[in-house]
């Protein structure tokens, strides 16, 4: 499998579009990086699968410092990431940990976790409303 490298930054400009002066900072985020995936994970996706995301989980209080769990039908990751929203709506991400499921919880493969003790707000997506939406 390939080595990991936390320091992995994306710097290919989101698509701008008229309706992101209308969203916040995290529905901006969640719908970019829903679409990057696959640019952002550390692993390719096996057996032709492609990369989604099924839930963010942002650090309470902040825009842009969120774990992203995603999979491809076959196998499940998480990043950390923190994303440089100063030039929006063109951003870049900085992956700060890499992570693999364990029995229980995540385990840690590459990278710092530095936020795995603060409150975490989820969101998911929701099909009916066709957008990311916070559930807690």
Do not use: C
Request: aromatic share 12%.
């Amino acid at each position: 499998s390939p080595t990991a490298t936390p320091e992995a930054v994306s710097n290919i400009s989101a698509s701008p579009s008229v309706s992101s002066i209308e969203k916040e900072p995290r529905e901006i985020v969640t719908e970019d990086v829903a679409k990057r995936i696959s640019e952002l994970s550390l692993e390719e996706a096996v057996l032709g699968g492609k990369w989604f995301v099924n839930r963010f989980w942002f650090i309470d209080g902040s825009n842009n410092n969120f774990y992203v769990e995603y999979e491809d039908g076959h196998i499940l990751r998480r990043l950390l990431l923190t994303a440089n929203l100063s030039q929006m709506p063109s951003m870049s991400y900085k992956v700060d940990a890499f992570f693999e499921p364990g029995e229980s919880d995540w385990i840690l493969k590459s990278g710092k976790d530095q936020r795995s003790e603060l409150p975490l707000i989820l969101y998911t997506y929701d099909e009916a409303q066709k957008r990311w939406i916070q559930k807690n």
